[in-house]
């Protein structure tokens, strides 16, 4: 009898686990149930769906169970939501959220790849008409068609991270009037504050009404049709308001499945991706691995390390021994025009973790300052003393030059030092470097401090 | 009394020995030789001056002898030929190549930076007039007025290394018809011949006539100028002609100073930049270095690994111990649309030195499939077996793109395998990049063949 695999989640880590799976073990019989309506999107590519820039939300999707079927020859079942694994009996009891029907899954071995759940505020409004999250790709289209309605003139964002300030552009980009409310003192957690306030010059350059320190009260609506946003102040009117205080790995099933929890607050997962139970494993945003420098249980919430994660577990489906090192939270965003990368700890990261960090930021150059259309880029290392190794690194500059955060994304996986950095083979073309790279600019300067 | 540091050559490697050795030892007494008009300039800048995208020539100048004096404290004579080094008396025989005047200057340490070397093909025609190579910037500004003149309307361009790429690309941008003979069989001995071919489709796209496989028999002239070139069949008519048959180190002061020279036909050089003479370094393109993939003695004709071996000569003459690894050759160029990136080995030199060498190439793409501009991206992988180590890289695709080349030459500096490669963790959104990088894809893709 063939080896029975079910997968709950349909996404990054859920498809990878399931495609690489069935790639080295054709004999396994895998079935993929997602409760939404769609498998195998990029929800990273909402925001340009909702801007338009993407015409079809079918572009963002890359099987449909169909296709998946056919060519992958992997089942998909979706609509389907699974409330309890009963590891006993080897089985996921589901629920079909259209006919409400009662869907029992058999098991050889299981992935929970339920993903992340974005934070509500514990405030009022939030269940308003035309208050959204961006978690599906349904938010997407029901975002877009709110838009599209012309019924929308205003939108405030509430939270100022990588969701709230990709909408913020694509919702300028549509001519919406954008108010942007942000709690802490800074936007984007996950860079230092001096790299983010260049983020909030060019969102300000831009039009965008960014208000940090600023606590939203209440979401008021009329007739359930949201009205305006409440700060402790003022009411300022708005038509729509997207949320994005945090997110945290949807761990409810494996809750209520009597899982381990692990400190992060994800679910417990070696490096194999193997929950407390038996023959079950997690990947992705709801799975617990390692932050690869400080060396702590983290979890991420990236769609890169949820299908690398996937990855190994769909090695593992098939019987190999896979580890999945941890992640160091390696990322690129485009807001307006200005790119942001990081990897690895920030300053603030790596003092909580007790290094006895340093950082050293310098300003150079995305190509020759003679080529036409250069830009700036910003380079912060993170360091540590006094062997100066590597523990983090952020870039804002251009889109394109940002993408550079992989090379020290790979000087970090490696503990390079600065010293190392700095002797690194790096290419240089007046289009598309300096002859010192921006990168080994930061790395002399800092070596100057140890 | 101060130390006297005499250095021959005022381009990457002299200037970055210079600079950095004054930083840290202010108290140096240092003098720079120039045999050319100009000091401190990127030579990779001419073809973007030559085609008019740069508009004045002294963009592509960093400093004069007078800014050098004034901001850094370093003295520099140009138009100052180096004849001769008498090492038992310290002293270095030249001559004002403007009055004939000769002149000695005395030394400490001495550091001979004195470059590459066009190769000219031994044929005739050669000294006409409009038959350049790119070796100086005095070259740039002569083919610019040659084109500025407007009686140049067909150029031939002879060997397709990357200054005859950039040039053809350069000459074409002015209007210029050109064709580029090639004696080999492909363009860029540097890239695979795969890979090559792409960049042949690229030119040919762009109006270039690439003849492979053609040896010019001589440049024909009348009257010292350019009529045409004749290959063995045929006699093209043109105005005007570059040749980029190949560089070499410039080792002719060292050579008639006594100076060994090493394996690889460049000055010899330890990895502190200490030649066979006492207190006498060599650094850049006329230096020898290792290949840090193969390990054997090479020279480098890239601005890049001139300037950070000059940088380590620098820290050595004020009295550090610093050491220069070596080279991957690693480089970017912009070739019309394209971008060619490459470090390491290609797949014929792996084979050369005896690698049991394997290679995987996979085309990806440089964003999301959906995301509006986005370019494929070809990727080449040579791996040994059966470790899978990185062995070297190859990427063709956007310009923005090819600069990803940095990621691999930090993997390869740091000796990883497929397998990690493949375990990398790399940034993704949409507008920059895709969820598995086409680098991670062509290691994954590769470790099928272990």
């Known amino acids: 009898m063939r080896k029975k695999v079910v997968v709950i989640g349909g996404n990054s880590a859920g498809m990878a686990a399931a495609s690489r799976a069935k790639r080295l073990s054709p004999d396994l019989d895998i079935t993929v149930i997602e409760a939404s309506r769609f498998i195998s999107y990029g929800i990273c590519g909402v925001p340009y769906f909702v801007s338009g820039l993407v015409d079809r939300q079918d572009e963002l999707v890359n099987f449909t169970p169909e296709t998946l079927k056919k060519q992958r020859g992997i089942r998909a079942r979706t609509g389907v939501k699974a ?45 308003l008409q ?54 802490g003192r800074q936007l984007l957690p996950q860079i230092d504050e001096d790299m983010a306030e260049l983020l909030k010059v060019e969102l300000e350059k831009n039009g965008i009404q960014v208000h940090l320190n600023t606590r939203v009260a209440e979401f008021r609506g009329e007739k359930g049709t949201l009205q305006g946003i409440c700060t402790g102040s003022e009411l300022v009117p708005c038509d729509l308001a997207l949320i994005d ?17 692990g400190q992060s607050g994800a679910i417990q997962a070696d490096s194999n991706g193997l929950t407390s139970l038996h023959n079950v494993f997690a990947a992705g945003n709801c799975a617990e691995t390692t932050n690869l420098v400080s060396g702590e249980p983290a979890f991420s919430l990236l769609a890169t390390s949820a299908a690398r994660q996937g990855r190994v577990v769909g090695e593992n489906l098939a019987g190999m021994r896979s580890t999945y090192p941890g992640t160091l ?40 300052p003679y080529y036409p259309g250069g830009a700036k880029m910003h380079v912060k290392l993170v360091f540590g003393k ?26 970090l ?38």
């Open 130 to 183: 035309n208050v959204f999250t961006v978690s599906l790709l349904e938010h997407g289209a029901q975002m877009r068609r709110a838009l599209d309605s012309g019924e929308c003139q205003r939108a405030a964002i509430v939270g100022g991270g990588y969701v709230g300030l990709l909408m913020a552009d694509a919702l300028r980009s549509r001519g919406i009037e954008v108010y942007l409310f942000e709690q």
């Open 329 to 368: 939270e390696t990322s690129v965003e485009k807001v307006f025009g200005l790119g942001v990368g990081r990897t690895g700890l920030t300053y603030r990261q790596a003092l909580e973790n007790r290094f006895d960090a340093d950082v050293v930021s310098i300003e150079g150059f995305d190509r020759a």
């Open 83 to 127: 409330h309890e694994i009963l590891p006993g009996r080897r089985r996921v009891v589901c629920r079909d959220l259209s006919s409400g029907e009662k869907l029992d899954f058999e098991y050889d071995q299981l992935v929970i790849a339920t993903g992340y759940r974005p934070t509500l505020p514990p405030i009022q409004g939030v269940d």
């Open 413 to 450: 996986s490696c503990q390079l030092t600065l010293d190392e950095i700095s002797q690194l083979d790096l290419a240089y073309s007046p289009p598309v470097g300096t002859l010192w790279d921006p990168i080994q600019i930061a790395a002399n300067v800092g070596l100057r401090k140890l």
């Open 386 to 411: 006094p062997t100066g190794r590597l523990l983090g690194a952020q870039i804002v500059g251009s889109e394109a030059a940002c993408k550079r955060i992989d090379t020290l994304a790979v000087a």
């Open 245 to 261: 205080v945090g997110s945290a790995p949807n761990t409810e099933l494996a809750v209520k499945s009597g899982l381990a929890i």
